[in-house]
């Protein structure tokens, strides 16, 4: 009979060691801020109402219509509905939306989340549930035949389908940059700064500095990043996948609602509203 059989019992604690259920009690709280973030008040109301007044008016003063202003609006509203959903779905709530005047909206969770592939679905989330904000300006453009209320569904799209591009904060970013970290660690950083790189360019060249101003600030940030990766891991392969083809077929749907929203513009000629709407990015073919 070995000794593994039969292991040896442990001494009997000494008058000067530590009762159990003291450690117990004074490991418990390094244990929870491990797994939660300390817990943040809540953004006040008049706080609320400024910043979304304030985000309103910019979009009114950049859009020239009240309409389409108010469709941005809606349609920040309910794209970060999608991620605060998400996050609360995934056991990472309860989560917060706060809106940021002139730059955009923040859905924040209370907890991190517990794997890569819940941080896809979450960054997914955004988009995808935010186009269903493009649904009521739809249905007003075939009531009332008025090009603004359609323009507000582009506006709508376009929303969506910007925070697709993968260069950071954006949430294309955070859903294809797990995918490239499989391949390779330095993969993400080496194409999301280069993209990031071309949208400030984009920025700067169309008449767009807020927006270059604040991606130029979080790609400078993550240059300083030495590992990009949190500490819960990355994707394992079959994961790698499914998050590639969801962000494909997310920028898809994104892109199809673009063009839908131009094409009675474009006498229904899809090709005709793709260039529209790339005009309207700035890009002349």
């Not at 040896?8 to 418990?28: F, S, T, Y």
């Not at 108010?70 to 709530?93: D, P, R, S």
């Not at 499989?182 to 700067?204: K, T």
Request: hydrophobic fraction near 55%.
């Amino acid at each position: 009979m070995s000794n593994t059989d039969t292991p040896n019992p442990k001494p009997a604690p000494g008058p000067w060691d530590p009762r159990p259920e003291a450690v117990a009690v004074r490991e418990a709280p390094v244990e929870r801020a491990a797994v939660e973030a300390p817990v943040e008040k809540d953004q006040s109301l008049v706080w609320a109402l400024l910043s979304t007044a304030l985000m309103g008016g910019f979009l009114w003063w950049v859009t020239g219509s009240a309409i389409v202003a108010g469709a941005v609006l809606i349609g920040l509203f309910v794209h970060e509905a999608g991620h605060a959903l998400a996050m609360n779905k995934l056991g990472m709530g309860p989560a917060r939306i706060y809106i940021i005047p002139f730059l955009g909206g923040l859905a924040k969770a209370r907890r991190e989340p517990r794997s890569e592939w819940d941080g896809v679905l979450v960054s997914l989330a955004g988009p995808a549930f935010g186009l269903l904000a493009m649904i009521p300006f739809v249905g007003v453009w075939m009531v009332l035949g008025q090009g603004e209320w359609l323009m507000g569904a582009f506006f709508i799209a376009m929303l969506n389908l910007v925070n697709l591009v993968p260069a950071p904060p954006l949430d294309g970013s955070k859903a294809l940059g797990p995918v490239l970290t499989r391949v390779h660690p330095r993969l993400e950083q080496i194409v999301l700064l280069v993209i990031g790189v071309a949208v400030v360019w984009w920025g700067l060249t169309t008449g767009r500095f807020i927006l270059a101003a604040f991606l130029a600030l979080s790609v400078f940030s993550h240059l300083k990043r030495g590992v990009w990766r949190a500490a819960w891991g990355t994707l394992s392969w079959p994961e790698a996948g499914k998050s590639l083809a969801l962000y494909l077929l997310t920028l898809a749907v994104c892109a199809a609602a673009a063009v839908g929203a131009l094409m009675p513009m474009t006498g229904g000629d899809p090709v005709g509203a793709m260039q529209l709407g790339l005009n309207y990015l700035g890009v002349r073919g």
